[in-house]
């Protein structure tokens, strides 16, 4: 099972971004821990933030207050806002479930922060 990433893009710093998550093979969100992570270049791949089946959030240290993780059962789609973006945010974001188990992953979307 994979889920697809996107909203990427280059950004200032300050600026906001919003990233999407879709899913593939008639998963519904719902019924799954979602989470956003992210690689930056040399680094390990991290959690960013994860949303419950039962809509709780947590998120990592490093983005709590400037991000927020939502989910929208309607459109089956999980979101990530980014707001006061920074250039230590740069880097491929992927989502997936949490935990990841044996779930693929998708190619991710870039982000790139600059200053």
């Known amino acids: 099972v994979q889920l697809q990433a996107s909203g990427g893009g280059l950004v200032q710093a300050g600026e906001s971004l919003t990233l999407s998550c879709k899913a593939s093979n008639n998963v519904i969100f719902s019924i799954i821990n979602t989470g956003w992570y992210r690689q930056a270049p040399g680094e390990k791949r991290e959690l960013v933030a994860t949303i419950s089946t039962g809509g709780f959030t947590t998120y990592a240290d490093s983005v709590k207050g400037r991000f927020t993780i939502s989910r929208d059962n309607h459109d089956n789609t999980v979101k990530l806002q980014m707001n006061s973006l920074k250039p230590e945010d740069t880097a491929l974001y992927y989502c997936?479930?949490?935990?990841?188990?044996?779930?693929?992953w998708g190619p991710g979307t870039e982000v790139t922060v600059f200053s």
């Open positions: 997936n479930k949490d935990p990841v188990e044996n779930w693929s």
